[in-house]
């Protein structure tokens, strides 16, 4: 039976690096020609760059293919071919679906797939569900609300392909989806770090339900960063008594990474679907080695509608310097994504990375899931206020928790915050992605 395998493809998960990187540059030479030839907003960029298809003959000559950044796309759509503009790729009537990205910097980008793209986007979220144990005998429930966004879409439809059940959680609101859980004893499920620990609140708070109780073995993650930052991952795991595994993916893009079962501290690049590469941010050097952060550059190498190549994802990520014990070849990012490149600010002239603040706060008992950083200028001086939520019974322990969170956040972080301790539930709550990181500097 295909369910006792190990791996999703046994041959391309156990490739040899140097296959992978074979396969890697024949796939790429493909995927430029047939972009090259199709889009109009590509060949300008590239005949103006002096690059042609047949350039490319090694992956060293990748780095000279201009990147893509968002904002090019948001200058070339909503024209013909309406409303894509001219980076699509295949006749309008080839196009099945609509997507867009969530908006948060700035105008959506529209996102076309034909059929052929989304059984790619599915066979793409197949690993991701494989490497993180779904098998047929799954029952997964998506606590997601169908809409115009990918989010769980994929991850849908490839737990489908797979052979699990799946209960589409839709419009039901959170108790109902907690209820339909417990119900059908679901055995997996899909959200955002944000969502399912407020799941896990709501339940408990609101229901008198103890969600380490429910059936739910494994989570799988996206949206945000929090399911490879430890302590939040801790949190989840204790709140549902399931693993939790974090995925990372987007819409431009595609499902390009997974943690499998292993849990080795990062993300394998799914290396035989994309090209990863990591530029250092200020001299746009190519990172090779591990332990040196930069900003990913990717090329998603089989998606043909609307085509991602070298595009600047400004997440910032590292190599890892093991292979995995798991057994797949293919490289992880240590860490999974640490953060977005427009995210990490520099305050008092040190870089802060949100999610260094994120990993002290949930590593603090009797603080509750949410938190909010506000970084200002006064005077000449930034300022960065850290508000956070004490749980009732650990009301009395405030002066503690404070003289820790101040030791921790300077060890990890070499800055000094504002520490407010706010009443429980006091906070903003999100309901799918959160801004907790509010940069009041930016607006000025
Ligand atoms: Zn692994």
Known sequence: MYDKQKF?????????????????????????????????????????????????QSLDDVQRV?????SMMQNIQRKAPFPYGEALCVPLDEVTIFRQTSGTTGQPVYQPDTWQDWEWWMECW????????????????????????????AGHY??????CEVIPGGVLDTKARILKIQELQATAMMGTPTYILGMAETARSKMDIDPSKLTIEKITCAGECGASIPSTKKRMEDAWGAKVYDHAGATEIGAWSFECTEQP???????????????????????EEHGRRGKMVITALDRMAQPCLRFDSKDVIEWAPEPCACGRTSRLIKGGVVGRADDITKVKGVLLAPSAIE??????EGLSDEYEVIVEKVGDTDKIKLRVEVMPEAEDQCPLIESELVDQLRLKTNLRYDIEICGCETLPRYEVKARRFKDLRKKE
């Open 265 to 287: 501290g990062g993300l394998h690049v799914n290396e035989a679907l994309f090209l990863v590469e990591i530029e250092d941010v200020e001299t746009g050097e190519i990172i």
């Open 66 to 70: 201009p990147k893509v950044e968002k």
């Open 8 to 56: 999703w493809n046994p041959v391309l998960e156990t490739l040899p690096p140097e296959k992978i990187k074979q396969l890697q540059l024949n796939k790429f030479k493909k995927i430029f020609k047939w972009t090259y030839e199709r889009s109009k907003f590509h060949r300008q960029l590239y005949d103006n760059a002096g690059i042609k298809p047949g350039d490319i």
């Open 359 to 364: 990993e002290v706060v949930r590593s603090i």
């Open 158 to 163: 490839a737990a489908e392909k797979i052979g």
């Open 126 to 153: 197949s690993y991701i569900l494989w490497a993180q144990g779904y098998r047929p005998q799954d029952r997964v429930f998506i606590p997601f609300g169908y809409n115009i966004f990918v989010a769980f879409w």
